[in-house]
């Protein structure tokens, strides 16, 4: 008996709800002739202008190991009017070059009731361990960034000295996260999550490279964890190729 094809369309649209996004995955090929980009990414302000971005927060719980008085979190680092800890990347790339093993997985170390490093990077479904290193409690909890939304991918108690946790982390929808502890609130970090391995994270001037891109036409986009990010450029690769691009933040927050 042949169903209704009211009832065949709705089964398919269904089906379509529970479909991970950006299923494809991606694929590793030898590269021949590939592209460049290069450039540099600047912030639309001073020092000063960044500075006002940071924020005081006052240590209040475990100050034997936490220290005592006002931290500060320097969310905006600009160094003569170029942005720090920006990543520059090809969003919803294919195929190309294999990862690098030591770009697939990050740790991230709480010491003295800090996250160190403050800003890392990772690939999308690798491994994210974190360290407590201090003879206190602590909490990481990291959310996925999803413009000004956020959402819990990790949550995870660590109350003993040297307990040690890895995650594997998959994002759907944003490119980065942020990390808190959820004992100290003056405890805060960055972590960029890669979908493929065409990016790069600025040096302190500004500065990018990203090579062996396969000829074709690509989306590149900026992140930062606390700024809002401009929008993204399409440039078209050809073999051999380098092409230079800069990119402008505006001192807006996301």
């Not at 100050?63 to 320097?74: A, L, M, P, Q």
């Not at 009017?81 to 090809?90: E, K, P, Q, R, S």
């Not at 990390?179 to 979908?195: I, R, T």
Request: proline share 4%; charged share 25%.
């Amino acid at each position: 008996m042949k169903k209704p094809l009211s009832v065949v369309l709705s089964s398919v649209m269904v089906s379509a709800l529970f479909l991970p996004v950006n299923a494809a995955a991606y694929k590793v090929v030898e590269v021949t002739k590939g592209g460049t980009i290069t450039g540099q990414v600047t912030f639309a302000g001073s020092e000063a202008d960044a500075k006002k971005h940071s924020k005081m927060y006052t240590i209040t719980k475990d100050t034997d190991v936490c220290g005592t008085g006002k931290r500060e979190i320097n969310y905006v680092k600009v160094n003569n009017g170029a942005l720090n800890d920006v990543v520059v990347y090809l969003d919803k790339v294919k195929k190309g070059k294999a990862w690098l093993e030591d770009e697939k997985n990050t740790t991230i170390n709480q010491k003295a009731c800090e996250f160190l490093p403050f800003f890392t990077v990772m690939a999308n479904k690798g491994k994210l361990t974190a360290i407590n290193s201090d003879p206190v409690a602590h909490n990481i909890h990291t959310y996925e960034i999803i413009g000004k939304a956020k959402k819990t991918k990790i949550n995870v108690s660590q109350p003993n000295q040297n307990s040690e946790v890895s995650k594997t982390i998959k994002l759907r929808r944003g490119a980065g996260m942020k990390v808190e502890c959820d004992q100290h609130d003056f405890m805060h970090s960055f972590v960029f999550v890669a979908k493929n391995p065409y990016y790069a994270v600025v040096a302190e001037d500004g500065t990018f490279k990203i090579e062996n891109i396969p000829p074709g036409k690509y989306k590149l986009k900026v992140w930062h964890g606390y700024l809002k990010d401009p929008r993204g450029k399409t440039v078209n690769i050809k073999a051999g190729e380098t092409k230079k691009v800069k990119f402008r933040y505006k001192n807006k927050k996301k």
